[in-house]
């Protein structure tokens, strides 16, 4: 039997059509001469179904959405204990660019806001690795993750270079506070580098539900993401994941999620689905209005907030 998802989430997009609220994220040009009109929703199950509607076939920079899978891998690679003395885990309630550290132990609130992420950029490979090997190493784990060769927007990747005073400001406070040591400008080079991969929606789709599947990829039946990283990435993204917005989501929508300025959000819901939504109107936090109405819809339809009947 044909199934009826297709049909549904279509159905989903047009009703999320009819709000135009918001605007492309302005503060560099590539990103802000994205098409609003442009829409998609992807579902990936965790036994490796994928469904999908409108453009996605559409490609944007992953941006903030890729801070959750690089928490993963500094995990990984620097081990639990050592991120937790660099990274908080704590919701901070403040814009994603905020220039803050936690009082008593000078880390970064949570890895979600930028300078959690670049902290956690710096710790993956290892402590004296360059840029290019991290980037390398994330292209590379992404790309796995989303099951073919993902590549980096040169173009949004140069833009946000030149731009890029806030997060080398963020740098500089991580070096000072003794969080990072190598060249903060490297770093942040690195991270901006990571922002910058491409992916539609059935790339974040497929990532999501590996979080989903306990790390194992729904598809190559491979443990890419250890568990214990899993529960950590999950329980952040469930916390920390919409930014000052975490709260009202969580309510609202009840999955873990992460969102991107580019327009992309994901939401995971553990052992069952793994959720992208994309359009590039962004509310006045930085997430994408539609992709929010889209998400809310599902959660409602499907029954899916965690803590109970929608
Ligand atoms: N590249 C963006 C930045 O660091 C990513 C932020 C985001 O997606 N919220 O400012």
Redesign the pocket.
């Known amino acids: 039997m044909k199934s009826p998802l297709p049909d549904y989430l279509q159905a989903v997009l047009e009703k999320a059509r009819s709000n135009e609220n918001g605007a492309p994220?302005g503060?560099i040009e590539t990103l802000a001469r994205a098409d609003p009109s442009k829409m998609a929703v992807a579902l990936a199950m965790v036994d490796g179904k994928i469904y999908s509607a409108g453009d996605d076939d559409v490609e944007f920079?992953?941006?903030?959405?890729?801070?959750a899978f690089v928490y993963a891998l500094a995990i990984e690679d620097a081990g639990l204990d050592r991120v937790m003395q660099k990274i908080g885990v704590e919701p901070s309630g403040d814009k994603?660019?905020q220039l803050s550290l936690e009082k008593k132990t000078n880390r970064p609130m949570n890895p979600m806001i930028?300078a959690g992420?670049?902290t956690a950029h710096a710790l993956v490979v290892g402590p004296n690795s360059t840029a290019e090997e991290r980037t390398d190493r994330i292209l590379k784990a992404l790309s796995k993750l989303a099951g073919r060769q993902l590549h980096v927007d040169e173009e949004v990747y140069e833009a946000?270079l030149r731009d890029?005073d806030?997060?080398m400001a963020i740098g500089y406070m991580l070096k000072a506070a003794g969080i990072i040591s190598c060249d903060p400008r490297e770093v942040v080079r690195g991270?901006?580098r990571q922002?910058?991969i491409n992916v539609n929606v059935r790339d974040l789709a497929m990532m999501t539900a590996t979080l989903c599947n306990g790390g194992v990829h729904p598809l190559s039946g491979e443990q890419i993401i250890p568990q214990l990283s899993v529960r950590q990435v999950l329980s952040i993204m469930a916390t920390c994941g919409m930014?000052d917005a975490a709260g009202d989501w969580l309510t609202r929508v009840g999955i873990p999620a992460k969102?991107?300025?580019?327009g992309g959000i994901i939401g995971a819901l553990p052992g069952q689905v793994g959720i992208a939504a994309f359009s590039p109107n962004l509310d006045e936090r930085?997430n994408s209005v539609r992709g929010i109405e889209i998400c809310e819809m599902l959660s409602a339809d499907m029954e899916l907030h965690m803590m109970g009947i929608s």
């Open positions: 994220a503060y920079s992953i941006q903030s959405i890729s801070k994603f660019n930028n992420a670049i946000e890029a806030r997060n991270y901006i922002c910058a930014y969102s991107g300025v580019a930085g």
